[in-house]
């Protein structure tokens, strides 16, 4: 059931894909959360604009492996390879 909240996540990995027909990157990342534990994982999309003057540097930072960031957004259930963890949706 999806729900909203806020936390902070220590980024494991990022992958970021430009899209230039839709003038966005769209960022993919794995955060651990709370931080001090490696077993609770979070699945995390961003999608920014591809022009950083554009960006509200505020809430739309782009995730950097090993930083700790807070985030907040929509939490649905989902899985990947059999693996169940919840993934937040970020539309900026």
Aim: net charge neutral; with cysteine.
């Amino acid at each position: 059931m999806p729900c909203y909240a806020d936390t902070v996540v220590k980024i494991k990995c990022v992958r970021k894909t430009e899209r230039k027909d839709t003038k966005l990157v769209i960022v993919w990342a794995i955060g651990t959360y709370p931080v001090d534990r490696e077993g609770s994982e979070i699945e995390m999309v961003l999608f920014v604009p591809i022009e950083p003057d554009e960006r509200d540097l505020e809430i739309q930072a782009v995730f950097e492996k090993d930083r700790f960031y807070s985030v907040g957004g929509k939490i649905v259930p989902s899985s990947y390879e059999g693996v169940r963890r919840p993934k937040v949706m970020i539309i900026g």
